[in-house]
């Protein structure tokens, strides 16, 4: 089975930019998670979607949003990019259920400038 | 609220020695544990994951952790380091469904160093 991809690996922006991040789940998993990783903050996540449908969000600005289509794949936005936005965004998928392992892509390297 | 403390950002072993990553937690209900590790400019492999099946867990690469309820930890060993062992590694807790839906909470992560 194909891992979970994320496209671009990398990118660089401006302040005040917007940008999308994309996430393939494993084939089957319709659960997806997203994450920030910073070497301030640590890893601290953003928003899970399951069937199109958001389920639980963390403790970000409204600057952030993201949304799951028909066929598990996800995208996350970010508009107004900001400096401390720098940060590797990870995205993760699981199968159904509570119990089940997140397996993490390789992750979305963006840079603010 | 769930949460994660990994006592020491860094570690430093021999080669051959044992690894002793320490992890504890804290969680509103029986909680599922999990340990990830991360090489410089991946994402996060699994290495193990306790789900209350059994309370000592065996992973990959010879990793285990032991579930210490009266303590509320959650170690990571190994008996033997190896060269391919350096890495960052993350001890997370999920308190599965309701209000944790998909939400892994992380620790702020152990840097292991192996020497030669």
């Known amino acids: 089975k194909a891992g979970v991809t994320q496209t671009p690996r990398y990118l660089i922006k401006t302040r005040g930019q917007q940008v999308t991040l994309s996430c393939s789940p494993i084939s089957g998993h319709r659960s997806v998670s997203w994450y920030q990783q910073t070497p301030g903050q640590g890893l601290q996540f953003l928003f899970e979607?399951?069937?199109?449908?958001?389920?639980n969000k963390g403790n970000f600005p409204g600057r952030f949003s993201g949304r799951q289509f028909s066929n598990s794949r996800s995208e996350m936005n970010v508009s107004t990019l900001e400096l401390g936005d720098s940060a590797l965004y990870l995205c993760?998928?699981?199968?159904?259920?509570?119990?089940?392992?997140?397996?993490f892509g390789p992750g979305t390297r963006l840079t603010v400038l | 609220a769930q949460s994660v403390t990994q006592l020491g950002s860094h570690v430093s072993v021999s080669e051959g020695a044992l690894v002793l990553l320490r992890c504890n937690y804290s969680s509103s209900v029986p909680p599922y544990l999990f340990w990830y590790v991360q090489y410089p400019n991946q994402g996060l492999q699994l290495l193990l994951k306790?789900?209350?099946?059994?309370?000592l867990v065996k992973g990959i690469n010879g990793f285990e952790a032991e579930f210490k309820k009266s303590e509320t930890s959650f170690h990571l060993t190994k008996p033997s380091a190896h060269m391919s062992d350096a890495a960052e590694y993350f001890c997370?807790?999920?308190?599965?469904?309701?209000?944790?839906?998909?939400?892994?909470?992380f620790g702020q992560g152990t840097i292991l160093t192996v020497h030669p």
């Open positions: 306790y789900t209350s099946a059994a309370t």
């Open positions: 979607y399951f069937s199109e449908t958001q389920r």
């Open positions: 997370a807790v999920s308190e599965g469904g309701g209000t944790s839906y998909g939400k892994l909470t």
């Open positions: 993760a998928s699981s199968s159904v259920g509570p119990t089940d392992t997140q397996y």
